[in-house]
């Protein structure tokens, strides 16, 4: 008989090491939903080659806050990489809502695909604390319990610190040491009693 389903969302995902797919090897990604059907999450802590004033003006935009001009663009897994993906703080209920937003339980955190977000980053407002992705993560029903199963996962209750204020190169070590796990400990090789 299975087991109850599991509820991830908000949780980090953190890849083992010797993950077998190079899209997730050393990864932290942060999942924005998780159910029957399956799950969705944004890898946090791999920048790509593009500042966000770039692909701001890519989509004809300027982005005119300083404190994200130069913020690194991620890249957020291998499903729609041409997509973009922000993950932010709630908006007040007093501010206008996004066209496209997904509200993450549990998290005081949205990820919004629609682009009335950028336009209003690009006009000085909108979301204070932002992480931008190209791209997601996604699994489908089962397949993600599967890659538990197999050891190719930790996870752990995700910190919003880590996300927004952490650099992305450390943000790895920072979510291990959420369990209590020191980096260097971690072998390859997965037990099975």
Same mark, same amino acid.
């Given at each position: =008989?299975?087991? !109850?389903? /599991?509820?991830?969302?908000?949780? +980090?995902? /953190? ?7 190079? !899209? @997730? ?23 790509? *080659?593009?500042?966000?004033? #770039?692909? @701001? ?17 991620? +890249? ?8 973009? +993906? ?8 007093? &501010? ?14 949205? =990820? ?9 980053? !690009? #006009? ?21 319990? *599967? ?16 996300? +927004? *204020? ?8 920072? !979510?291990?040491?959420?369990?209590? /796990? *020191?980096? &260097? ?9």
């Amino acid at each position: =008989m299975p087991g !109850a389903p /599991i509820d991830l969302t908000n949780q +980090f995902l /953190i890849a083992m090491p010797g993950m077998a797919s190079d !899209a @997730f090897a050393g990864t932290v990604v942060y999942l924005c939903e998780h159910n029957a059907d399956g799950a969705l999450g944004l890898v946090i802590n791999k920048p790509i *080659d593009i500042k966000l004033r #770039n692909l @701001f003006e890519k989509v004809e935009l300027t982005l005119d806050r300083d404190d994200l001009a130069d913020a690194p663009v991620y +890249f957020g897994g291998p499903v729609q990489t041409e997509r973009g +993906f922000v993950l932010h703080e709630k908006q007040p209920a007093d &501010s206008a809502a996004y066209n496209s937003t997904l509200a993450i339980a549990g998290a005081g955190l949205e =990820m919004t695909t629609s682009k009335d977000v950028l336009e209003a980053l !690009a #006009n000085g407002g909108g979301p204070k604390r932002v992480l931008v992705t190209l791209g997601y993560s996604g699994w489908g029903a089962g397949q993600l319990e *599967d890659e538990l199963s197999r050891n190719g996962w930790l996870n752990v209750g995700a910190s919003s610190e880590i996300i +927004f *204020d952490t650099p992305a190169e450390k943000r790895y070590e920072r !979510a291990l040491s959420l369990l209590g /796990i *020191d980096l &260097s400990v971690l072998s390859q090789e997965a037990g099975h009693a």
